[in-house]
């Protein structure tokens, strides 16, 4: 389980690293043994950030809750966008102001 964590925060920051012409002005991680939480900000407006914890530790139900944010700056309009998540035994549910509701 704990290299599952591991893989999941290192693909995570993977999924986060910038365009390759946006400078970053911010990287923070921390990976843990029963969690990871990682902070990305990018000189164009794009914001990532993640936290992950265990719960249900050493029990038949232990699963990874995810909760986190993204944003960015329309190149065109210069509108931002965000969007906020949890991702957990009921799958991924983002949320945001630009996105349809049910």
């Known amino acids: 389980m704990k290299f599952l964590i591991v893989f999941v925060a290192l ?12 400078e970053i ?8 043994p029963e969690g ?8 164009d407006g ?3 950030n993640e936290d992950g914890k ?6 038949e139900e232990e699963a990874i809750v995810v909760h986190g944010s993204y944003s960015w700056v329309d190149e065109k309009t210069g509108e931002k966008f965000t ?14 102001a630009h996105l349809p509701v049910a």
């Not at 693909?11 to 946006?22: C, T, V």
């Not at 990871?36 to 000189?43: K, L």
């Not at 265990?54 to 029990?59: A, D, E, Q, R």
């Open 11 to 22: 693909f995570a920051i993977a999924l986060a690293a910038p365009r390759p012409d946006a």
């Open 25 to 32: 002005l911010k990287s923070e991680s921390d990976v843990g």
């Open 36 to 43: 990871y939480s990682f902070a990305v900000a990018t000189s």
């Open 46 to 48: 794009t914001e990532k």
């Open 54 to 59: 265990l719960k249900n530790v050493g029990t």
């Open 83 to 96: 969007v906020t998540y949890v991702a957990d035994e009921n799958g991924f549910q983002p949320q945001g």
